[in-house]
């Protein structure tokens, strides 16, 4: 068996910093003008276009499934009256922002990289380098502030609507009272929760976009290596989505108490 050549074994390393060095380039083009507004508004309607109808079917049943399962749980505890409670923090902690974040990854996130790979392949934005402008401030800035736009928004919807579905599942399948329901919002959850679901549906569509633009301008090989870039974006997206969910949720418990009811 033949051994491992070091530069196939440092080739990861090297994706890792292209790929933290363009984060650090659509950073620091975040703030030069002019700003592209045009391009922003057509691509938050875009996204938006594309992944609030998935959206809004997906928080349905995400909200039923928790329901479900924490009213079943805590039925064996005899602890009814914080179903409602419970099924609220599950929503707006993770639910909300991981069902947000996956329908922008799959559906906002592939068309940002199949467009700018597409742009790559027929050397457009070799083109727009050679007369002076920056692809990353006129194509990829607008993309990455339209995805946070829109996750943040999408988040507030996947949470409303997987209350409400917890809520008529709760009532109907298995016998809760819609006043216990209600009155219990506030017996474990806080404030604080819902400005942490917001910061991650925030931080998980600025990744979505830079992984997406990431891929998308460095495709190559054709319409292969395209289709290639979009399955990638999608599949390092969800990686690190996961990843950074759990820190950021660590961080959370360490910092803001949790509320006792």
């Known amino acids: 068996m033949s051994s491992l050549s070091p530069a196939r074994v440092l080739r990861p390393v090297g994706t ?22 045009r391009e922003f508004i057509q691509q938050a309607w875009f996204i938006a276009s594309v992944t609030i109808v998935p959206t809004a079917l997906v928080a349905i049943p995400f909200g ?43 559906a906002g996130g592939s068309a940002i990289a199949a467009d700018l790979g597409a742009r790559k392949i027929r050397e457009e934005l070799d083109a727009m380098m050679v007369l002076g402008i920056d692809p990353i401030q006129r194509l990829v800035v607008p993309r990455v502030l339209a995805c946070m736009l829109v996750s943040v928004f999408l988040n507030g919807m996947v949470s409303v609507v997987g209350v409400a579905g917890g809520y008529v599942f ?17 017996a474990l959850a806080q404030l604080p929760d819902v400005w942490q679901g917001l910061l991650k549906a925030l931080i998980f569509g600025l990744i979505a976009a830079i992984v997406a633009a990431y891929m998308g301008m460095n495709a190559a090989g054709g319409p292969k290596g395209v289709g290639d870039a979009v399955n990638m974006s999608v599949v390092v997206t969800f990686m690190l989505l996961f990843v950074v969910n759990f820190v950021i949720s660590a961080i959370y418990f360490q910092v803001v108490p949790a509320k006792t009811g």
């Open 16 to 37: 890792a910093g292209r790929f933290f060095a363009f984060g650090l380039d659509v950073a620091r083009n975040l703030f030069r003008r002019p700003f592209q507004l």
């Open 64 to 106: 039923a499934v928790i329901a479900l399962q924490v009213g079943g749980l805590i039925k064996q505890f005899g602890a009814q009256s914080f179903v409602g409670s419970a099924s609220v923090l599950a929503v707006v902690r993770e639910a909300g922002p991981i069902a947000t974040a996956l329908l922008i990854a799959g």
């Open 170 to 186: 709760n009532v109907i399948l298995q016998g809760g009272t819609p006043g216990s329901y209600l009155a219990s919002f506030t």
